[in-house]
Structure formats: structure tokens, C-alpha cells
T-cell receptor
Framework: SQKIEQNSEALNIQEGKTATLTCNYT??????LQWYRQDPGRGPVFLLL?????KEKRKERLKVTFDTTLKQSLFHITASQPADSATYLC?????????????FGTGTRLLVSP | NAGVTQTPKFQVLKTGQSMTLQCAQD?????MYWYRQDPGMGLRLIYY???????DKGEVPNGYNVSRLNKREFSLRLESAAPSQTSVYFC?????????????FGEGSRLTVL
């Protein structure tokens, strides 16, 4: 079955550093991969989508990579701020589902200290 | 601009009781979804509706029923609640034909079954 792995341990970093979060998937080959941010007690909020042929995507301080050979996506936040503290979820899109059946990872909690 | 609205936000049930979670979106989206989120399990798709008048099972449909009442509303019903259905439930919606397949989530409904 499709499996998505995100580091369950919280990532603690200092303000100004770059945070790197990992998303590994097995048993399928998604054409797209989405990243979401979730704050405590709130619903997830969409951040970025990267396609299998895009290798890298940037949006302001965010950078996402997609390595289909390693079956891995990396999510980077540069110049991190305490306001970036949240849980980040990856969601590879199973093939031929047109985003209708997104499969989410468990998320990694990021804590940015001043 | 309400987005996706879920009611109730909190509910406590006894085993065997029934209830309906309501969801409405005001973005004219065709697709709507119900997810549940449990610690260590991530978001799991219960049911989805690709368009008004259609519903399909997701990963964990057992014990649930859904109704796509109209384009705006998608309800989730628990006919006979069980403790295993204690969870946080999220409704989401998305537009079809977009480049990103972005899901818009509600704030969640926290359900406890005793």
C-alpha cells in the first residue's frame, strides 16, 4: 500500500536558520506533491505544489524539491521566523486521481525559537 | 469570506448514538471531502464528492455515510458511533481544473465517543 513518511520528531531550530523537512513515499509514483501548513487547532493551509518534472519550486522563503528517483521531497524554509512554527504536511497525489484522493503524511512539527 | 464552515466544532457522544457533521463552502467548488485526523496517523480520506450528486469512498469509509445535499453542502453521518471514531474531522473543498488541486479546509470538528 502507499506509504508516506515524515519525521515524527519535532524539528527545533533558531530564528534565521534554514529549516529542512523531509517527505519520503513508497509504493507509488505521484505526478504531483503538495505541501500544507497546519497550526494547532486549525485546518491545513495549502503552501506549494511541485510537479514530478519540476525538480525545484520556490515561493518567497520556501523552497521545495522533488526527487522521483529517491522518492523524496524536501521542504526548506530559509531565514526562519518564530511565526513559521507549525506542523508541515506533505501530500503526494496518487496517479490518475486528479487530486481527488490526496494521501497525507503525518506531518513534522517545526519549532523556531527567537 | 467564510470559505469552508463546519459544525459543530466540538461534540461528545455515547457509544451507539448517531450524529451528523455539517459542512458548507461558499467558493463554488465542485469537489468536497471528509478527512479524519488522528495522532500518528495523519489525515485519512473518509469520503469525497467530485461533483454534486456523486460520492465515493476514500480510505476509511466504514461506519460513515455522506450526503452531497447540493453544491455547497456535504454532510458526514455516524449512524452508531464507536470509540474508534473519536477523532478530529476536517471537511475540505477544491475547484476542478486548477493547476494546483489546492484543498481548502475547514477548522475541524472534534468528536469524542465515550
Amino acid at each position: 500500500s502507499q506509504k508516506i513518511e515524515q519525521n515524527s520528531e519535532a524539528l527545533n531550530i533558531q530564528e534565521g536558520k534554514t529549516a529542512t523537512l523531509t517527505c519520503n513515499y513508497t509504493n507509488y509514483s505521484p505526478a504531483y506533491l503538495q505541501w500544507y501548513r497546519q497550526d494547532p487547532g486549525r485546518g491545513p493551509v495549502f503552501l506549494l505544489l511541485i510537479r514530478e518534472n519540476e525538480k525545484e519550486k520556490r515561493k518567497e522563503r520556501l523552497k521545495v524539491t522533488f526527487d522521483t528517483t529517491l522518492k523524496q521531497s524536501l521542504f526548506h524554509i530559509t531565514a526562519s521566523q518564530p511565526a513559521d512554527s507549525a506542523t508541515y504536511l506533505c501530500a503526494p497525489d496518487p496517479p490518475n486521481t486528479g487530486f481527488q484522493k490526496l494521501v497525507f503524511g503525518t506531518g513534522t512539527r517545526l519549532l523556531v525559537s527567537p | 469570506n467564510a470559505g469552508v464552515t463546519q459544525t459543530p466544532k466540538f461534540q461528545v457522544l455515547k457509544t451507539g448514538q448517531s450524529m451528523t457533521l455539517q459542512c458548507a463552502q461558499d467558493m463554488n467548488h465542485n469537489s468536497m471531502y471528509w478527512y479524519r485526523q488522528d495522532p500518528g496517523m495523519g489525515l485519512r480520506l473518509i469520503y469525497y464528492s467530485a461533483s454534486e450528486g456523486t460520492t465515493d469512498k476514500g480510505e476509511v469509509p466504514n461506519g460513515y455515510n455522506v450526503s452531497r445535499l447540493n453544491k455547497r453542502e456535504f454532510s458526514l453521518r455516524l449512524e452508531s458511533a464507536a470509540p474508534s471514531q473519536t477523532s478530529v474531522y476536517f471537511c475540505a473543498s477544491s475547484a476542478t481544473g486548477t493547476d494546483t488541486g489546492e484543498l481548502f479546509f475547514g477548522e475541524g470538528s472534534r468528536l469524542t465517543v465515550l
